[in-house]
């Protein structure tokens, strides 16, 4: 799976940390917050967000093993976690770090999760995680995931997952076109089958609880406010992309999506709907 670009990921890294469910972030806290060392697979990890966000969540010693299929996103997140790091030194496997008093040991491992999700396994983690993910895989691929995670007995986090709330004011008369193409372009093959789009943490969760886990889910949206510089550029950004997966999805003439974008560049307001979820071995 490719396509995402670190400009992209950079843009929306705030607004992702903002959503982020407080609850869920919690009772990780609760659970792995005094486990040391603590061993953490991110899968789709990109320029290494999901990381910064939940490392100061966990214990005080940490190994991550950042997996992406994306060589030159997996590049800028050892660039960018150097700069994010108290301390940063090179290690044979990858990167030691200190961050806020916390040890970070992080690896980095080109794959293809979509052809071999065993490799989840590798580290045997105490903790599988992802953010902004799994509504890009297949319904028949997460069943399969859920199987490699039970398997190394690890727990699993994923964060802003799409729901498909989205909400964008003032209204405009185009915007049940634009969400019904959208749709129609979310579900299209991103490497690992027929997408699962907004279903995604749905399916998640039954999954796990076929497998005995204890899962919780809970809404985690952006909540993009206009009149601010930084979400006001994420705003103009989601309105460009939101209306070229309309066009491409051949139910919205390119002339209508570009009109509706060029509208929503200056909206009031944005929500665009996530989901988190944990699930927990009992």
């Known amino acids: ?11 929306r890294e705030p607004a992702d940390h903002r959503a982020r469910n407080g609850d869920l972030a919690a009772a990780l806290s609760a659970r792995f917050g005094q486990t040391t060392p603590l061993r953490v ?16 969540l966990l214990g005080r010693e940490q ?3 950042l997996v992406d299929y ?22 044979d496997d990858g ?24 490799v989840i396994g590798a580290q045997t983690p105490h903790l599988v995680t992802a953010a902004a ?37 003032p209204p405009h008369p185009d915007d ?8 129609a372009d979310q579900a299209r093959d991103k490497g690992f089958g027929p997408a699962a789009g907004n279903d995604a943490t749905a399916l998640l969760a039954e999954a796990f609880g076929r497998l005995g886990y204890q899962a919780r889910s809970a809404p985690s949206p952006w909540l993009l406010d206009g009149t601010s510089p930084a979400d006001a550029a994420l705003i103009a950004a989601l309105a460009a992309g939101t209306a070229g997966a ?24 944005c929500r665009i709907g996530h989901l988190d979820l944990l699930a927990t071995r009992g």
Do not use: Y
Not at 176 to 183: N, P, Q
């Open 1 to 11: 799976m490719t396509g995402f670009s670190a400009d992209w990921l950079a843009l």
């Open 41 to 56: 697979t991110d899968i789709g990890a990109g320029t290494g967000s999901n990381l910064r966000a939940t490392a100061p």
């Open 63 to 65: 190994h991550w093993t």
């Open 70 to 91: 994306d060589p030159a996103l997996l590049a800028e997140a050892r660039r960018q976690l150097r700069a994010w790091a108290d301390d940063a030194s090179e290690a």
């Open 95 to 118: 990167l030691r770090l200190t961050k806020d008093g916390r040890a970070l040991h992080v690896r980095f491992r080109e794959a293809d999760l979509a052809r071999a999700p065993e």
């Open 133 to 169: 993910f799994f509504d890009l895989v297949s319904a028949d691929w997460i069943p399969r995931f859920a199987d490699v995670v039970a398997q190394t007995g690890a727990d699993f986090f994923t964060v802003l997952t799409c729901d498909g709330a989205d909400d964008w004011q």
């Open 176 to 183: 049940a076109a634009i969400t019904a193409g959208f749709h």
């Open 246 to 269: 309309a066009a491409e999805s051949g139910t919205v003439s390119p002339n209508g999506a570009d009109a509706w974008a060029q509208a929503r560049r200056g909206a009031r307001s």
